[in-house]
């Protein structure tokens, strides 16, 4: 008989997603769910990657109680107001995907109806200006928060980048003074129970064995348990997501640190920019199918801002999932439960949702087949939904100027984003539902930016007397451009406030 209460919680992996489970679990839990083993291995080491992150980490980052000036000295790292997109729509072409909101709702109606009634009466102000997170990147100006404004002001909202590896230590000694075990070691062999297959024992290279549970595989894309001990399937959505490599490579950074993460696009994929106190991190993710190595290494060498730290150093993936996240006793989280490509910014975050989801649905009975569809059922609709937000950046372009946007342009996309690009173009409507990651102001953000205009706004928009709209959404304009002005710079924010050592 499995026992009543877990008492033994094993982690597979101590890359982000093995250190932000280990961290979360043993702060939610207390000890009192039982004890909590990590397993990594030196030898075979992390991924490396995954610097930039979404808003939800305040979240996360709030549950531990970490101090957040602390965190981002410790981790070299920098704020992130959102995502400037070069080059995608067209060559020469920016936009940026900002955190926070252009303006809240007025009598229900989406700012972004006001604002294009206004544009249909022959107003040209950009819809970025009305956003301080958009206002603040331009200006190169970072604070975490702007003063409260006038009813339907916008908020601003903010993530972070940082050093992967200086992340991953700093979970480490917040997870092992919690009391998280760490074992060292290659793990060589899995045990399974033979009348169930569920996952029993370890055995790690120097002859230890460590028995559990409940077994985490964040073991990153080997998928050790999940995949290669269950044998769970892979769902292959490389069809509409063709991106299959990456390069990454450090530079030295520049004096002002920006406050967004850049992704420019390239003939075959694009190139992220992430910038550190320390650095700046670069990567070139693209599609084998379509760029050598060797040409994508010299584009990505090309568009350095500064001396090269390192050699760049090579990743290979396909986009996708586990057909199942959670199989008898294995749940896998991070790279081992399956990756859609870092365009967004969205795999520490799936890492945060999943324990959040297993948290929430803690199984006092691993073989409870309810918990588990439930958990596996949440999954699958969160990972879709951020697949098809990956999938409008790259099919909505007019780029025609390579076999790789002629393949993404006119590709076959899920019906799913079909429907959400319909709905927009009539109407400028955002097909989504409470609890969906991305927010209808990033949907917008990102439709607009890449060239799927609706053909009229909200015909409620009209409700409102437009004098009265006009005053509305000048004033926040006004409330937008005053809190920039006072805002400082950000290289200037985090020397006051979470400066970094030397590196
Ligand atoms: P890993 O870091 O690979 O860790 C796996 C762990 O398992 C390691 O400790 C390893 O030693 C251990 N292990 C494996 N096999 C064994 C064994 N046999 N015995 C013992 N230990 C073992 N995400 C974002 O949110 N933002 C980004 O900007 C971003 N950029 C990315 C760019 C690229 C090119 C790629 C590929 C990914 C990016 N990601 C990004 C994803 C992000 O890097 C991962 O989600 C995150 O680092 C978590 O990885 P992981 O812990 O699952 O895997």
Redesign the pocket.
Same mark, same amino acid.
């Given at each position: 008989m499995m026992p009543e209460k877990q008492h033994h919680i094993v982690i597979?992996?101590?890359?982000?997603?093995?250190w932000m489970s280990a961290a979360l679990l043993a702060k939610a839990t207390k000890g009192r769910l039982g004890r909590i083993t990590l +397993? @990594? !291995?030196? @030898?075979?080491?992390?991924?490396? +990657?995954?610097?930039?992150?979404?808003p939800p980490i305040q979240f996360f980052n709030q549950l531990l109680g970490l101090d957040e000036a602390d965190f981002v000295a410790r981790t070299q790292g920098s704020f992130k107001l959102g995502i400037e997109f070069r080059n995608w729509t067209r060559q020469g072409h920016s936009y940026i995907h900002p955190f926070g909101n252009y303006g809240g709702n007025i009598d229900a109606v989406s700012f972004h109806h006001y604002w294009l009634r206004l544009r249909a009466l022959g107003d040209g102000t950009d819809i970025g200006d009305y956003c301080p997170a958009i206002a603040a990147a331009r200006a190169g100006k970072f604070a975490p928060e702007i003063p409260q404004g006038p009813t339907g002001a916008p908020v601003l909202s903010f993530a972070y980048h940082f050093d992967?590896s200086l992340y991953?230590a700093y979970l480490r000694d917040f997870a092992v003074k919690l009391g998280v075990r760490r074992v060292e070691?290659?793990? +060589?062999g899995v045990r399974q129970r033979a009348e169930d297959g569920y996952v029993t024992t370890l055995d790690?290279a120097d002859g230890t064995m460590i028995e559990g549970d409940l077994f985490l595989d964040? !073991?990153?894309?080997?998928s050790?348990l999940l995949g290669q001990t269950l044998g769970v399937g892979f769902r292959d959505w490389s069809r509409w997501l063709p991106c299959d490599r990456?390069l990454?490579v450090p530079c030295v950074g520049t004096d002002e640190i920006t406050p967004y993460?850049r992704s420019t696009a390239h003939a075959a994929g694009w190139q992220?920019r992430?910038p550190l106190q320390h650095r700046i991190g670069n990567?070139h993710?693209y599609s084998s199918a379509f760029m050598d190595d060797a040409e994508a290494e010299a584009i990505l060498m090309g568009n350095l801002d500064g001396k090269v730290l390192a050699d760049p150093r090579p990743?290979r993936?396909t986009a996708g999932r586990r057909e199942k996240a959670w199989v008898r006793n294995v749940v896998g989280?991070?790279?081992?439960g399956g990756?859609m490509?870092?365009l967004e !910014?969205? !795999?520490?975050?799936? +890492?945060q949702t999943a324990l959040f989801r297993l948290l929430a649905l803690m199984p006092t009975d691993v073989r409870d087949p309810a918990t588990r569809d439930e958990f596996n059922r949440l999954s699958e609709i969160e990972y879709e939904q951020i697949r098809d937000f990956l999938i409008l950046h790259y099919h909505a372009t007019e780029r025609d100027d390579s076999d790789f946007w002629n393949y993404c342009r006119t590709m076959a996309i899920p019906d799913s984003l079909r429907h959400k690009m319909d709905l927009f173009r009539a109407r400028g409507r955002v097909a989504r539902f409470d609890g969906q990651l991305f927010s209808e102001a990033s949907w917008v953000a990102v439709f607009l930016g890449q060239g799927v205009h609706p053909v009229a706004y909200d015909p409620m928009a009209d409700v409102l007397p437009e004098a009265e709209m006009r005053q509305r959404l000048a004033r926040n304009l006004d409330h937008v451009n005053r809190s920039i002005a006072a805002m400082p710079g950000h290289r200037a924010f985090l020397n006051r406030h979470c400066r970094a050592a030397a590196a």
């Open positions: 597979v992996g101590g890359g982000t997603a093995g +397993v @990594e !291995s030196a @030898e075979i080491g992390t991924v490396g +990657v995954g610097e930039a992150t979404i992967a991953a070691g290659r793990i +060589v790690l964040c !073991s990153g894309f080997r050790l990456a990454a993460t992220w992430i990567g993710v990743l993936f989280i991070g790279l081992a990756f490509e870092p !910014s969205t !795999s520490i975050h799936l +890492v």
